[in-house]
T-cell receptor, first 112, second 118 residues
Framework: DAKTTQPNSMESNEEEPVHLPCNHS???????IHWYRQLPSQGPEYVIH???SNVNNRMASLAIAEDRKSSTLILHRATLRDAAVYYC?????????????FGTGTRLKVLA | GAVVSQHPSWVICKSGTSVKIECRSL??????MFWYRQFPKQSLMLMAT?????????EQGVEKDKFLINHASLTLSTLTVTSAHPEDSSFYIC??????????????FGDGTRLSIL
């Protein structure tokens, strides 16, 4: 199974860009990378996903390394509302279905 | 769009009680729903995959007789924690995958159910 490694925690100043790294060196060639974030006592919220190319949406950008062994979630201007635990998740096809296996995630603190 | 609703949001009950948690996809149909459990300060752990009209597939170490899953329609899956004990106290979260989307597309999560067993 593909495993992920993320920093336990990161800090950012408000209005500054944030780069959240994820190592997924055991990922297979067809596994998508999904990113979610979770606020306390809430379910995870979808942020962005990709396979090989860099991706942009209204929430964030996703930069995927050429060898696909790592990716970086980019929040262009952090706000206080971005403080959350961010999970990088390879989507695994196993036992006939696509599944998420959550790692430990990165707790992002945003300083005013 | 793609809203998943869980009910109840929280429940407190006595040891030995069975508790049912509902997961509904409100504005889309889902052949596949997933149930996760999350302990304080920990990550989500996948418990089982629920498929409409068929038996759920449980992850290793999850007791299927303890955690009964029913997925009777394309918009509803239920998780029943049978004879719950204090060690079953946790945050239970469901997610659903859109019927017409590829399996590697995003899941949509509910807001979770906090279960406390006294």
């Amino acid at each position: 199974d593909a495993k992920t490694t993320q920093p336990n925690s990161m800090e950012s100043n408000e209005e500054e860009p944030v780069h959240l790294p994820c190592n997924h060196s055991t990922i297979s060639g067809t596994d998508y990378i999904h990113w979610y974030r979770q606020l306390p006592s809430q379910g995870p919220e979808y942020v962005i996903h990709g396979l090989t190319s860099n991706v942009n949406n209204r929430m964030a950008s996703l930069a995927i390394a050429e060898d696909r062994k790592s990716s970086t979630l980019i929040l262009h201007r952090a706000t206080l509302r971005d403080a959350a635990v961010y999970y990088c998740i390879p989507v695994l096809f196993t036992s006939g279905t696509y599944k998420y296996i959550f790692g430990t995630g990165t707790r992002l603190k945003v300083l005013a | 769009g793609a809203v998943v609703s869980q009910h109840p949001s929280w429940v407190i009950c006595k040891s030995g009680t069975s508790v049912k948690i509902e997961c509904r996809s409100l504005d889309f149909q889902a052949t596949t729903m997933f149930w996760y459990r999350q302990f304080p300060k920990q990550s989500l752990m996948l418990m089982a995959t629920s498929n409409e009209g068929s038996k759920a597939t449980y992850e290793q170490g999850v007791e299927k007789d303890k955690f009964l899953i029913n997925h009777a329609s394309l918009t509803l899956s239920t998780l029943t924690v049978t004879s719950a004990h204090p060690e079953d106290s946790s945050f239970y979260i469901c997610s659903a995958r859109h019927l017409n989307r590829a399996g590697n597309q995003p899941q949509h999560f509910g807001d979770g159910t906090r279960l406390s067993i006294l």
